[in-house]
């Protein structure tokens, strides 16, 4: 289970998890409500999420926590990036007020983070924790109509595009997801 209702994570992760055999169920579908998220630091935020989810269902849950950390604001909007400009959530104005925080800023350098926890039941003493991080910089003008978020106007220097105009299949081989999921696969197939 997904610790999570988010569609483009939940599109993200049943595509990269279905070639391995794993089926991803949101926790929604399962009646499993959302946690808040008061910590200040991504991994702490993907354990809760991923201690509550599979207490509640007594499921195995994964949780992803992700997000945007652009230098020169610091890190910012980092674990706050689904709701940047407040609530109710809305990429469109996230995207709005990065836009604006970083108007006049010449160094647009930035990464997305990810860091995956998998509980196995829900007293597991020992998380499964694997990260990833996809640098960039930022676009002040948005490009490409593919992923969700910040996708828009997150560069990708290699490609020569910015992550909304890569198809799902090259992203979902590059990106801070992809490679958090990739070290965690790596961890379950060795046994950990």
Known sequence: ?????????????????????????????????????????????????????ATVSGCAALADDSGLCVDALGGAPGVHSARYAGLPRSDERNNQKLVQELAGVATRTAHYYCVLVLLRHPEDPEPLIA????????????????????????????????????????????????QALQHLLALMQAGQ
């Open 131 to 178: 990260e990833g991080r996809w640098y960039g910089e930022l676009v002040p003008m948005p490009r490409g109509s593919n992923g969700f978020g910040y996708d828009p106007y997150f560069f990708v220097r290699e490609f020569g595009v910015t992550a909304a105009e890569l198809q799902s299949d090259q992203k979902n081989q590059v990106s801070h997801r992809a």
């Open 1 to 53: 289970m997904l610790a999570s209702n988010n569609p483009g994570k939940l599109r993200e992760l049943r595509s990269l998890l279905m070639p391995h055999g794993f089926a991803v169920v949101a926790q929604g579908d399962l009646g499993v409500t959302e946690v808040e998220e008061p910590h200040p630091t991504f991994l702490e935020n993907a354990l809760t999420k991923a201690r509550h989810a």
